[in-house]
């Protein structure tokens, strides 16, 4: 079947603008991840979703960043009020079981 | 803080040779699991080998295999008959949180392979 894949694979965007960043797990997975991977950087854990549980949301930086995941399935990725900062790569990820995370190609954010 | 620290942002190794990556981590837990995962070009992440804490067997995956060293909090990961597709960022990762379903990641090290 089909990998995680995410949308759009690039973002260009001007400082101030709203950008909504997709992601579509593997069809199954119930668990959902999304991390930050700015240049230089390791992965930042960024919101962890769970079945029908409430999201995990302790990575996220500021109010400028939220999540949400419609039925279990497709999240986005919002991030409000884009500054040169949140320029990286958006990396998610999906699993069933907790010890393999199934990643997807990333979005590249640019803030300009 | 609890860290993941790779000390070499670049290596390189000649095809066919075998090539050494350290991980080092820091925990205050007993049981967690730890994993090496791979980044082509092409961004998407793979995972190579995970090693669970409390087994003293090394894992091994074909080629790829681990030294864990628990009391030194020390995992590297060793690549035998290197070949020219290894070429990508290898990343360290601790396991934590409930299931270890949160990863806490190191800075990784860019691998080169030359034919």
């Known amino acids: 079947g089909a990998g995680v894949s995410q949308s759009p694979s690039n973002k260009v965007t001007e400082k101030g603008k709203d950008v909504e960043l997709r992601c579509d797990p593997i069809?199954?997975?119930?668990?959902l991840y999304w991390y930050r991977q700015s240049l230089g950087q390791g992965l930042e854990f960024l919101i962890y979703?769970?079945?029908?549980?409430?999201?995990?949301k302790s990575g996220l930086p500021s109010d400028r960043f939220s999540a949400e995941r419609t039925g279990g399935s497709v999240s986005t990725l919002t991030i409000q009020r884009t500054q040169q900062e949140d320029s990286a790569v958006y990396l998610c990820?999906?699993?069933?079981?907790?010890?393999?995370?199934?990643f997807g190609p990333g979005t590249r954010l640019t803030v300009l | 803080a609890q860290t993941v620290t790779q000390s070499q942002p670049e290596m390189s190794v000649q095809e066919a040779e075998t090539v050494t990556l350290s991980c080092t981590y820091d925990?205050?837990?007993?049981?967690?699991?730890l994993f090496w995962y791979k980044q082509p070009p092409s961004r998407q992440m793979i995972l190579v080998i995970r090693?669970?804490?409390?087994k003293q067997q090394n894992a091994t995956e074909n080629r790829f295999s681990v030294n864990f060293q628990k009391a030194a909090k020390s995992f590297s990961l060793k690549i035998s008959d290197s070949q020219l597709g290894d070429a990508a960022m290898y990343f360290c990762a601790r396991g934590y949180g409930g299931n270890n379903r949160k990863l806490i990641w190191g800075l990784g090290t860019s691998l080169a392979v030359n034919p």
């Open positions: 979703f769970q079945g029908n549980s409430a999201p995990d």
């Open positions: 090693q669970e804490a409390y």
């Open positions: 990820a999906s699993n069933t079981k907790p010890l393999e995370q199934f």
């Open positions: 925990t205050s837990e007993s049981d967690y699991y």
């Open positions: 069809s199954g997975h119930t668990a």
